[in-house]
């Protein structure tokens, strides 16, 4: 046995006992006569002394050899400490060590192991194992553990069955791309790593299985981005008969709890949107309703006056920044240059500043009097002391832009506050989405998302107006849910293929199986899938997914640590029956 | 909202409720005026009734269109029914339907979706969502969601923390083949499927997180036999600052608890074997003891007699078999020609019958005198009114036989009860054993099992002697679970690598992330990994582990029912950098 307690175990009711400790080597303090070793371990940390009067020699010596992380285990006896630590629960004892051993020696670590430590990204994914020494990780990874085991729990008691799903399955050409697995006993054939189990816990459903979920890498191997992973992990779930009403309450009660338990936050019924007011009142689909700066457009209001510039806009849209009247000009014309930056990509900005007396002073003075002003006042609903910025342009993208410029405010405001939690519905999203380079459209969500019955007419004169009974879950900005009612009749999914440009045939060679499937009983069913890495990431209070993931992987999908991926023999590449070109 | 209740909820308490249900049309029988229906969802059975008195005559003309397999839903009264089924918890009540809503159709089902089916197994793969509606199979699922969920709760209590590892790893020619993965943004290189998290939960040990497990998809790329699948999960585990007895109390706790609060079965602590001694005692390193008829060796009673067949053999083994007196000539032929089967491989098999009046019928009565064989069933703890099996040969492979043959004895005596449980640890496992088609020595659990200590200097001289700190968990003949005290220093790893044929270039390039990561204070480790689908068999009192499998792969390691491994198309085989040949 290594040890009789961990590191951060002990307090003053253990005074006297003796222990045996085993841990890393966080840091020694050696005043010459005394020498205090804090030994770690993930429980925490626990205080050793070595005392020149007190402590055998040899293991006084010995105490004086050890680094930096070395792996030690020790005996001796809990004693109170004179100066006590308030800030951690083993502060009052310390061990007077009287046996050491030397379990492991370590080399001195590339970058500190503490919780702002000196390592760079690129070096702490290089030894990921002492970057996850470090308690901002290590927590991390206890934190995903902990909400992974209360979804579980919290689906279970409500007879939700995990089911494991196939990895190696059947390569589809829609959405993103497979990576793909050759087949030596099948030559010349491959398998697909799924990007989601979305067929599988359909034909659950047609199984009868009835509540399905399911904590589940997924793949897609796309081009990657800061804090994209290629694979990554979904909380997938699906029911049978039910609507989207029962849908959204059941998984609205999985959010509430694991806020309520992980982070002790009581959050009310969540709020419900639908897509074209999120879209028309916050240029996004994931609205951030943390804070308010709700848009407001003006054409009416703004038009067929002499300003050509919103006179040819298609759309005219403003908001209000609380307290924004004092920005001086500086700060006025950064913010002009930001949206102006390619990444937002606006011609200009408007602003007006709404004087504390009532008054205006705007850059568009020469084309609008005060009654126009105090009429874009009111439409955005600022205040005196507030500031007004006014985007224009072609209605999608100047939405965007305001969007982003929206998020960008509220950051410099401080009003993204990671221990304030708002959540609500986005709900009654279009089905399709025209894609411009193909000329055709796409499934917004999926092929397999049911439009609403009401908007069915509209699949032939319209299709773009058509809504899907699909749904996106929202926290503080971000999607970290979404899914939708299935299609569960074969004419139906027969008739979306063909609308997405299916033939018939390509549609029964992809996805015969499920049609097939749906020929002999399906029931109404739909579901939905959380995804863990960013759900973890902002109940834990960060931007990042990536401190949330033991082994990650960088932006050109290699793990630097074990690198990966890396060439195969040829002898293995002819068993694949394959060349490389 | 589809139901007020699911189909196996209502009881006599709920007479007069008005109820919504939904389900699947099990079965009808229509007496003209009268028509039954069992409703059925993952829940049970519930009755309806529609009667031509007293329900709506719309409805109950519709009630007569109603197929097997239909998905409906129905409106009504809860009522008593006339005749109880005792058997089933709905027995009590039927619903009286006063609206009836056809949701779905259904072909007719391929076969029949009872307990007892009419489909054989492909024709069940084909049509596996048909085949999780029977109750054997969705109960299965259940049960696996059970056993899972229970495993989680008991390692999280002991403070273990699920972390994910990764499935996109680092291909390594050890062990057995790897499903490989193109990478498109690194020409040329590939991803491996991880045949197990090994070296990641090592790394993690590294990295200070104390206690791991992961129940965790696991991928093989082998010839596939009936019942194991290239895909497959494990309940992956390991501990730092432990030595092997911490381990067999952590995991001996969990199995104990599985079985208790599963099964509701007490165990008492689990027996531990040496490798060495269940070889020789049970010709097997995973032994079955529920029963008996252990080995007995009958070297010295039975050689430098005149039987030449025995004087030549390295071994001459024994077992007696309880009340094996009786068997007719003919019995005793079959299992000689049982033994005598390839897939066995004896050449033949001696016999000693033991009469209830003490003498002896054998067949090598020419050999040996009453003396003789009353000495053999001394050895073998023959009884009177026992048989005595005797085969010769080669060690191993004679051993193996009579193991074989000891199983199939058990299994016709109907010695293998699957609701009895028989756990045992086997430990001491060689460290190596020794490929004579490629001269060298492998690693027998892998290489990064620990030598034990006092057995290192035998790496030099007798390397097949040198024994592990290596254990498996066995449970009713079956290894459910298996590992090993890591090994964690450099050095002691480079040694094993040298001594397991690498150069240490190639040590340095497969495994040289791991070795780095020992020179950074690694603690002493060691770790477990249970096989989670045949311990959910075994625990299920199941032989074959493909029903608690959704989706299994067939054989050829095709699913059969989506048609995977299929074909990809060029342009995606250009973009990997892949030919065909």
Not at 59 to 83: D, M, N, S, Y
Not at 186 to 195: C, E
Not at 361 to 380: M, P, R
């Amino acid at each position: 046995m290594y040890r009789s307690h961990n590191c951060g175990q002990l307090n003053a009711s253990h005074i006297n006992t003796e222990v045996t400790l085993a841990g890393w080597v966080q840091k020694s303090r050696d005043k010459g006569f005394m020498n205090w070793v804090d030994l770690r371990d993930r429980y925490g940390i626990t205080q050793l002394v070595f005392d020149e009067g007190r402590t055998d020699t040899t293991v006084f010596e010995q105490a004086k050899t050890l680094g930096r992380e070395f792996v030690i285990q020790v005996q001796g006896t809990v004693i109170e400490r004179e100066a006590k630590n308030k800030n951690i629960p083993t502060g009052e004892i310390e061990i007077l060590v009287t046996q050491l051993t030397i379990l492991n020696t370590a080399l001195t670590p590339p970058f500190t192991i503490e919780d702002e430590t000196d390592g760079g990204e690129d070096i702490r994914m290089k030894y990921r194992y002492l970057d996850i020494r470090r308690n901002p990780v290590k927590n991390s990874l206890l934190f995903r553990h902990k909400v992974a085991m209360e979804v579980r729990k919290y689906l279970s008691d409500l007879d939700f069955c995990e089911v494991e799903t196939p990895y190696l399955i059947k390569s589809t050409p829609e959405g993103a791309r497979d990576f793909v697995v050759p087949s030596r006993m099948n030559p010349g054939q491959f398998y697909a790593l799924p990007q989601s189990p979305q067929t599988f816990k359909q034909l659950l459903m047609v199984g009868g299985m009835d509540k399905y979920f399911q904590i589940v890498k997924c793949f897609r191997d796309e081009d990657l981005r800061a804090d994209r992973q290629p694979e990554f992990t979904q909380i997938d779930c699906e029911m049978a008969f039910v609507d989207q009403e029962d849908i959204l309450t059941v998984f609205e009660g999985l959010t509430r709890h694991l806020l309520k338990e992980i982070k002790g936050v009581e959050v009310a019924k969540f709020p419900r949107m639908t897509y074209e007011h999120a879209m028309k009142t916050y240029g996004n689909d994931k609205p951030d309703i943390r804070f308010g700066m709700e848009f407001a457009e003006l054409n009416t209001l703004a038009q067929h006056k002499e300003f050509s510039v919103f006179n040819n806009a298609e759309l005219v849209v403003a908001l209000a920044v609380p307290n924004g009247g004092n920005y001086t000009r500086k700060e006025i014309d950064a913010l002009i240059e930001w949206v102006k930056r390619p990444q937002v990509g606006a011609n200009g900005m408007v602003y007006v500043k709404c004087n504390p007396d009532g008054s205006f002073k705007s850059s568009v003075d020469k084309f609008y009097d005060s009654e126009d002003l105090a009429n874009w006042a009111q439409a955005t609903g600022a205040k005196p002391g507030d500031m007004i910025f006014v985007l224009s342009g072609p209605a999608n993208k100047t939405r965007a832009q305001l969007s982003a410029l929206r998020m960008e405010l509220a950051t410099q405001l401080g009003l993204r506050n990671p221990a304030e939690f708002a959540p609500l519905w986005v709900v009654d999203f279009p089905l399709l989405e025209f894609d411009s380079e193909t000329s055709r459209y796409h499934a917004m969500h999926h092929p397999f998302t049911s439009p609403k019955p009401e908007d069915m007419p509209l699949l032939e004169t319209d299709p773009a107006k058509v809504r899907a009974n699909a749904y996106d879950m929202v926290l503080n900005g971000n999607e970290i849910g979404g899914g939708s009612i299935r299609i569960h009749d074969k004419a139906t999914q027969q008739l979306m293929f063909k609308y997405l440009g299916f033939t018939e045939e390509e549609a029964k060679a992809q996805f015969g199986f499920l049609m097939d499937a749906f020929q002999y009983g399906a029931p109404p069913h739909g579901g939905l899938a959380f995804g863990l890495d960013r759900l973890v990431a902002i109940l834990g209070g960060q931007e990042t997914i990536r401190d949330f993931i033991a082994f990650p992987k960088n932006n050109s999908g290699r793990d630097v640590m074990i690198d990966a991926p890396s060439a195969i023999d040829s002898a293995q590449l002819k068993e694949l029956h394959i060349q490389l070109n």
